[in-house]
């Protein structure tokens, strides 16, 4: 979700204050994707991190996604490389 010009940062600050399952609904829901798609691949994601839903914190969510993004991005930079020789 993008932060427009005239949008604050504040909009957003509620989500600080979710955790666990109603942390994870409002992600799904504010995503715009079918949600039992999304749920799939964010468990997934989760698990992978060995993160603990029930009680799952926005900064917990932060640093699984990052690191989720930090592999896909290893493995694309090794596939580019490995398609270049």
Not at 25 to 37: A, C, F, I, K, N
Request: hydrophobic share 35%; proline share 4%; net charge negative.
């Amino acid at each position: 979700m993008e932060v427009s010009e005239g949008e604050s940062k504040a909009t957003y600050e509620p989500l600080a204050e979710l955790g666990g399952q109603e942390l994870i609904q409002t992600v799904l829901s504010l995503t715009g994707l079918p949600e039992p798609w999304v749920r799939i691949e964010l468990d997934e994601i989760l698990e992978s991190s060995g993160q603990n839903c029930e009680n799952l914190t926005l900064k917990q969510l932060r640093q699984a996604l990052v690191a989720h993004l930090e592999s896909l991005q290893a493995d694309f930079m090794g596939e580019s490389l490995d398609n270049s020789e």
